[in-house]
T-cell receptor
Framework: QKEVEQDPGPLSVPEGAIVSLNCTYS??????FMWYRQYSRKGPELLMYTYSSGNKEDGRFTAQVDKSSKYISLFIRDSQPSDSATYLCAMTFGGTGFQKLVFGTGTRLLVSP | KAGVTQTPRYLIKTRGQQVTLSCSPI?????VSWYQQTPGQGLQFLFE???????NKGNFPGRFSGRQFSNSRSEMNVSTLELGDSALYLC????????????FGPGTRLTVT
């Protein structure tokens, strides 16, 4: 079993739809949770960064972390064709020193006009 | 503030050759980590450098090595290239590692023939 599970998709939605992307994880020690967006042939772009449980909102994006269920979500409101990309969840441990990011496999999102 | 830069962007090498990739982190960031991205395995952690010292290493053979210079720029070297080394190599910079936010560069796409 992988440490982080993410549905690879593709997830196809019409423009304007609300998109829900999810990841589950097995290690309860994870404390920092991130969502990255990656366009084809580009590096991942950090979208959202949250610590521990709770919600965080930034424009059309909302990240949710439920540590009791080991489940994180990213919601995209009013989705646009430009949101078409692969979305990667990532998480890491707390503490001092370097902590590597553990990634999900990514969900490919297609938003049609 | 300039983002993470990586050079070269594309490389084609032959089996058995060696290759050196370069990464310049965001100004003020002291931690540089390297990841390999392939369609089958996703993003996998290679190693991390902080203040010219390797702090953490992933599960890759010794053919993969790196170093960091006093200005935080980092290089990654792969010797005796194999076909399976074909991948997108990404570097990420952060202030000091730990749980701090990691920002990725555009990557170097390496093709081994």
């Amino acid at each position: 079993q992988k440490e982080v599970e993410q549905d690879p998709g593709p997830l196809s939605v019409p423009e304007g739809a609300i998109v829900s992307l999810n990841c589950t994880y097995s290690n309860s020690a994870f404390q920092y949770f991130m969502w990255y967006r990656q366009y084809s042939r580009k590096g991942p772009e950090l979208l959202m960064y949250t610590y521990s449980s709770g919600n965080k909102e930034d424009g059309r994006f909302t990240a949710q972390v439920d540590k009791s269920s080991k489940y994180i979500s990213l919601f995209i409101r009013d989705s646009q064709p430009s949101d078409s990309a692969t979305y990667l969840c990532a998480m890491t441990f707390g503490g001092t020193g370097f902590q590597k990011l553990v990634f999900g496999t990514g969900t490919r999102l297609l938003v049609s006009p | 503030k300039a983002g993470v830069t990586q050079t070269p962007r594309y490389l084609i090498k032959t089996r058995g050759q060696q290759v050196t990739l370069s990464c310049s982190p965001i100004s003020g960031h002291r931690s540089v980590s390297w990841y390999q991205q392939t369609p089958g395995q996703g993003l996998q952690f290679l190693f991390e450098y902080f203040s010219e010292t390797q702090r953490n290493k992933g599960n890759f053979p010794g053919r993969f090595s790196g170093r960091q210079f006093s200005n935080s720029r980092s290089e990654m070297n792969v010797s005796t290239l194999e076909l399976g080394d074909s991948a997108l190599y990404l570097c990420a910079s952060s202030l000091n590692g730990g749980g701090s936010e990691q920002y990725f560069g555009p990557g170097t796409r390496l093709t081994v023939t």
